[in-house]
């Protein structure tokens, strides 16, 4: 067996348990959450005061709650999840094949996991948990997301001397789950190192290309 085709597929699979990691994770705090809280402002668990508390929400779209024209926006999007999913997969086996910078593809890792986490929710959690929104032609791929980090960063007016948006009421509330953080530190992660990532990608490349074996001239050709 060809010694550098090993270190590549062990590079792999080490990446993709990173993202099974994630996913078990993810889920495991999700089952808790439906099974030991109540929904809503009744179940709360404040963790940091009232800035960062536990709290028990169904998504039934997007991220923050947007979601795609009923009823077939939610299938939609699950399919494109799945898309999106096999399209992660083959980028970090891809990845690990060109040598590219481990970091960057731990991140690849990280959004593949946060990817992951979510659409099970969306195909299964409308059996497993029968929490399809009311009036879905089909409770599979209409599970709703279970959201629970409830991070309180402003509620109320803004300063009246602010250009265009002085005055206005607004509400910072996000609530997301272990998945989504995965997904935000992933991107975040590549935005930040971006410079140290590519750049190491360049130099193994241009490493690769010097170290190229020089083909012999054909002796029967010369003279």
Not at 57 to 69: K, Q, R, V
Not at 142 to 152: F, N
Not at 208 to 214: A, F, I
Request: include cysteine.
């Amino acid at each position: 067996m060809h010694p550098t085709l090993t270190t590549r597929q062990q590079n792999a699979a080490k990446f993709f348990l990173l993202a099974l990691f994630v996913i078990a994770l993810d889920q495991l705090s999700k089952w808790a959450v439906h099974t030991y809280m109540q929904p809503g402002m009744a179940g709360e668990i404040p963790l940091i005061g009232h800035w960062a508390k536990l709290h028990y929400t169904l998504n039934p779209g997007m991220a923050f709650g947007a979601e795609l024209p009923a009823p077939y926006g939610k299938l939609v999007l699950s399919g494109f999840r799945l898309l999106a999913v096999f399209g992660l997969s083959y980028y970090i086996i891809r990845l690990c094949k060109q040598r590219a910078a481990a970091g960057y593809i731990a991140c690849m890792a990280l959004i593949l996991g946060g990817a992951v986490g979510n659409l099970i929710d969306s195909v299964f959690y409308g059996i497993i948990y029968d929490n399809a929104p009311f009036g879905s032609p089909t409770r599979w791929f209409y599970g709703q997301v279970i959201d629970m980090l409830y991070v309180d960063i402003y509620e109320g007016f803004l300063p009246q001397n602010w250009p265009l948006i002085g005055g206005k009421y607004v509400s910072l509330w996000p609530i997301f789950n272990i998945a989504d953080s995965s997904i935000f530190i992933g991107v975040a992660l590549i935005l930040l190192n971006q410079s140290r990532f590519f750049k190491q990608e360049e130099s193994v490349a241009v490493t690769e290309k010097h170290s190229e074996p020089l083909v012999a001239p054909d002796s029967e050709n010369l003279g």
